[in-house]
């Protein structure tokens, strides 16, 4: 079953806008993080946020966590044509031996 | 920062062919090191998670086998390919011990016929 997964499957929006990305989960966790993984690449780790948080920002990025709902967005502002990627949530509540990955939500940002 | 170096970049394999890739990091030692597979369009899975030399364990049963022969090694494995292992696969490297923020290499995408 899914520990972690996104809400939409895709997104599309204009560049400058900003957009949001949803993810929730269904154990306790110790961490979250949102990884992005541009086509043909590895995921690269965006945003680390830990149970006791609730906001973390890197950028122009912010992520939330709420953990009496058990979710967690991702907000982008201003978008760039290189945000065009997909966006995961991961979860984690074993010491780090084991990060699992949401279903993802592919965003396309359009010139 | 650790860097990590997978190879081969991509394979065209036949069922029934044995397959083996490998993962190099560099700039970290005894680091915790991870296989993950990805079909296409699809989620990351973990396979295996190795904490020190020698020592790979098992996340699933995907007909595949892990070894950690060096510090900075890890090696993913099959004498028997099968069109399901075909994919995306990708080695991981977290930060510290007992941390879950990793680093991915690039990937190697194999393609089984």
């Known amino acids: 079953s899914q520990l972690a997964e996104e809400n939409l499957w895709a997104l599309s929006v204009h560049e400058g806008e900003s957009v949001t990305v949803n993810c929730s989960y269904k154990t306790s966790i110790t961490a979250l993080q949102w990884y992005r993984q541009k086509s043909g690449e590895g995921p690269a780790q965006l945003i680390l946020?830990?149970?006791?948080?609730r906001e973390k920002r890197n950028g122009r990025l912010r992520a939330t966590l709420d953990t009496s709902s058990q979710s967690s967005s991702l907000s982008i502002t201003a978008t760039r044509c290189e945000d065009t990627a997909v966006y995961f949530c991961?979860?984690?509540?074993?010491?780090?031996?084991?990060?699992?990955f949401g279903t993802g939500t592919s965003l396309l940002v359009d010139p | 920062a650790q860097t990590i170096h997978q190879w081969p970049v991509a394979e065209i394999k036949a069922v029934g062919s044995p397959l083996s890739l490998g993962c190099t990091i560099k700039g970290k030692s005894s680091p915790n090191l991870y296989w993950y597979w990805q079909a296409t369009g699809g989620t990351l899975q973990q396979l295996f998670y190795?904490?020190?030399?020698?020592?790979v364990e098992s996340v699933v049963q995907l007909n595949l086998s892990a070894s950690r022969p060096k510090d900075d090694q890890f090696i993913l494995s099959t004498e028997k390919l099968l069109l399901s292992h075909s994919g995306f696969y990708l080695c991981a490297c977290a930060r510290d011990r007992g941390a879950s923020d990793y680093t991915f290499g690039s990937g190697t995408r194999l393609l089984v016929i």
């Open positions: 190795s904490i020190t030399v020698g020592q």
């Open positions: 991961a979860t984690d509540r074993n010491m780090g031996y084991k990060l699992t």
């Open positions: 946020i830990r149970s006791n948080e």
